[in-house]
């Protein structure tokens, strides 16, 4: 089945550490996203990516860094710089300049990042 | 600046109680508006996208429509199982291949 999948589903991070989540897809899309959920807001966007090797920071970027060195993966590391991470991060990716129906962003399940 | 409200905040009916979602928008050329339903602690899934005023699209008891400042998602005859989160979005032409620009949803909660 083609699909996004996100992985770890809760992650701990203790002071000054860095942990970072996982997003796959299978989907043969070249654009991926991560946003960001917090209670009573809507999506932030974080960083997203249209091609391997490229990417660029989106609304919310400071504490955060990515990587796409594969089409399939779009890592992002959280670093000790990002004050207040806890929140619910979502991974989605689309085919971003594609005719009608084809830029819909589809999302994975999401990761929820705890602070001990 | 391109911006997305939803009204109201949370809805709650009665099953079978038929009633609409608000989705109000400013942007800049509108290439798309996306329906999307959250269940609480999961991704949001994928319903419905919009591309021009006068458009409607329905899946089961959902109906989605579009003008040129606003999109209702009209809910007919809901169940319980319609409780959900419903997030809207749009893109600009000029956003393309770049983020979705999302409202804060709207809490729904269908009691039997």
């Known amino acids: 089945d083609g699909g996004i999948t996100q992985s770890p589903k809760y992650l701990f991070r203790k002071e000054g550490q860095n942990v970072t989540l996982s997003c796959e897809q299978n989907l043969n899309h070249d654009a991926m996203y991560w946003y960001r959920q917090d209670p009573g807001q809507g999506l932030r966007l974080i960083y997203y990516s249209q091609i391997v090797n490229d990417f660029q920071k989106g609304d919310i970027a400071e504490g955060y860094s990515v990587s796409r060195e594969k089409k399939e993966s779009f890592p992002l590391t959280v670093t000790s710089a990002q004050k207040n991470p806890t929140a619910f991060y979502l991974c989605?990716?689309?085919?971003?300049?594609?005719?009608?129906?084809?830029?819909?962003?589809?999302f994975g399940p999401g990761t929820r990042l705890l602070v001990l | 600046e391109d911006q997305v409200t939803q009204s109201p905040e949370a809805l709650r009916l009665q099953e079978g109680e038929s009633s609409s979602l608000n989705c109000s928008y400013t942007?800049?050329?509108?290439?798309?508006l996306f329906w999307y339903r959250q269940d609480p602690g999961k991704g949001p899934e994928f319903l419905f996208t919009l591309y021009s005023a006068g458009e409607e699209k329905e899946k089961e008891r959902l109906k989605a429509t579009l003008t040129k400042k606003e999109s209702f998602l009209h809910i007919t005859a809901p169940k319980p199982e319609d409780s959900a989160t419903y997030l809207c979005a749009v893109q600009a032409y000029n956003q393309a291949g770049t983020a979705l620009i999302f409202g804060k949803g709207t809490t729904l909660s269908v009691s039997s």
């Open positions: 942007v800049s050329g509108l290439r798309g």
């Open positions: 989605a990716s689309s085919i971003p300049f594609g005719g009608r129906g084809q830029e819909t962003q589809y």
